[in-house]
């Protein structure tokens, strides 16, 4: 570079002509150089993420990010959120219409091209949980249903039991069903076995942001249910919270309020964005060991006396 | 009649379907669901699902959540 400075100034003064061509040349080459490189990463790395589409009930998805439509400040940032995030499904709850006033719909708010996931939020029983997955299903014409059943207030802790028998009878009745649970790779196994499309551990209580708490039992259920599809449910609270549950192997991540009570919601999203697509491809790429002590990356022989 | 509508008790005249009572209501009819005494309603039976004393009436739309 220093040369490059010099024979720049030396043209500069001897001739301002050829320095001007000179300059603009090395910019022409160096921005080739650059754009060539960027479309051929971008390329290579987009194809093995669209190769590796997520997959729920008979829905393919090129965004493994799920985002909320709760605690926006206004419509108009959630949608330019939803757009920055890149995310293609985002959920919605289901509440009694107000009887006082005509109220517009929410759902006019969304893309139309969201594929729109209904939760079961507010429920703590499995029959309140049924019945609310069912009015969601005649209303939305969906079989999509993001399974909750709160046991505790405080915690907003999943009741498992109630879970599992609400997800037994909606797989019955033929929903897609997306359970909220603890992180437990036993009930994980059960709510495969009752039929459900995808799991969904928590990382920590729901809009906690303390980020993945327990990253050996999200591995050990990476590890032992190669082919179950798990998306990490709640508590994320930034990028690499999402980042490191990807890495972990979850297959996807659902998020509400990291993005919608961040301070800019739009930049938060492109962030979770990068940050599951990162996670993802480093968790493809499969880490290196964790050693305790240093291992040189320079040659060790060789060096100068 | 009373039937009880979202929680509240509504005062309404014998007969009325549940077509009767959205239209009543005036809401925005699309994307919304019901429920009849727990039971969800199609869209299709709303004409014929006549009210009477005491039922329940559940009206659920859609809000933001996560």
Redesign the interface.
């Known amino acids: 570079m220093v040369t490059t400075l010099k024979l720049f100034t030396l043209l500069a003064v001897a001739n301002p002509q050829a320095a001007s061509e000179f300059h603009d040349n090395r910019r022409k080459v160096y921005s080739a150089f650059k754009q060539n490189e960027g479309i051929a990463m971008s390329t290579a790395i987009s194809d093995q993420i669209a190769n590796e589409a997520l997959k729920i009930g008979n829905l393919s998805f090129q965004s493994r990010l799920i985002i909320?439509?709760?605690?926006?400040r206004s419509h108009d940032e959630?949608k330019r959120a939803h757009a920055a995030s890149g995310a293609q499904m985002v959920?919605?709850?289901?509440?009694?219409?107000p009887?006082d006033r005509?109220?517009?719909?929410?759902?006019d708010h969304l893309s139309p091209t969201l594929q729109?996931l209904?939760?079961t939020?507010g429920c703590y029983s499995a029959e309140d949980a049924v019945?609310?997955a069912?009015?969601?299903r005649?209303?939305?014409e969906t079989d999509l249903v993001k399974l909750e059943v709160i046991g505790d207030q405080t915690t907003l802790f999943p009741d498992n039991e109630q879970t599992l028998e609400a997800a037994k009878v909606l797989c019955k009745e033929g929903f897609v069903v997306l359970p909220y649970f603890n992180d437990d790779l036993i009930m994980a196994k059960k709510l495969l076995d009752a039929g459900c499309a995808a799991i969904m551990p928590l990382a920590a209580p729901?809009?906690s942001g303390l980020g993945v708490q327990n990253p050996a039992n999200l591995q050990i259920m990476r590890e032992q249910l190669p082919e179950a599809t798990i998306i990490v449910d709640?508590g994320v609270g930034t990028a690499s919270d999402a980042a490191i549950a990807m890495e972990l192997g979850a297959d996807g991540v659902?998020?509400?309020?990291a993005i919608a009570e961040s301070k800019s919601p739009e930049q938060m999203g492109r962030a979770m964005k990068l940050a599951i697509e990162a996670g993802r491809l480093a968790y493809l790429a499969g880490r290196m060991p964790r050693r305790l002590y240093a291992s040189a990356s320079s040659p060790l022989s060789g060096v100068i006396k | 009649m009373q039937v009880y509508v979202n929680g509240e008790s509504t005062e309404l005249t014998e007969g009325l379907s549940l077509a009767d009572l959205i239209t009543q209501l005036d809401f925005p009819s699309q994307r919304i669901a019901v429920e009849h005494n727990r039971t969800v309603v199609r869209r299709s039976q709303w004409d014929s699902t006549v009210l009477a004393d005491g039922d329940h009436i559940e009206i659920v739309h859609f809000v933001g959540g996560g």
């Open positions: 909320g439509t709760g605690k926006y959630m959920t919605v709850a289901v509440r009694r219409v009887l005509s109220s517009e719909s929410f759902l729109i209904p939760n939020a019945r609310t069912r009015l969601a005649e209303a939305l729901i809009g709640a659902l998020m509400n309020t």
